[in-house]
């Protein structure tokens, strides 16, 4: 891949990730408190995906890339997954059994439709 068309294909991340730099450099300059600075950048990077945008640049590295963006991304799955069992067994303690045998349910159907999807939409291609 060329310079020019890798800044044609990906100039919408980096400019994002440029101004976030920039940003964030600038707030902190300027003594802005800590935190104020983390959940703006939390924020706008959730809101521009812009840390699926870094991901994306990451991985485009030849063989080590795709294995940077697994060990960054697969802990916070499992953390994310844990959290909805200490959430889970905090509502079975509440009494909220019903519920939460039914957002299970839920979640498992959403997570096999994706799956399903992921696998459909390999063998069936579009063009």
Do not use: C
């Amino acid at each position: 891949m060329k310079i020019k068309s890798f800044f044609i294909s990906h100039g919408k991340q980096i400019a994002i990730l440029i101004t976030i730099t920039i940003m964030v450099l600038i707030a902190l300059k300027y003594e802005i408190d800590t935190n104020v600075v983390v959940f703006g950048t939390v924020i706008l990077g959730v809101f521009t995906q812009a840390f699926a945008g870094v991901a994306a640049l990451i991985a485009t590295l030849p063989l080590i890339g795709p294995l940077i963006v697994k060990i960054f991304t697969i802990p916070i799955f499992w953390v994310l997954n844990s959290m909805g069992y200490f959430v889970g067994a905090v509502a079975v303690k509440k009494g909220y059994g019903s519920e939460f045998t039914k957002s299970r349910v839920l979640t498992f159907a959403l997570l096999v439709g994706i799956i399903l999807g992921y696998i459909i939409g390999h063998l069936v291609p579009l063009r």
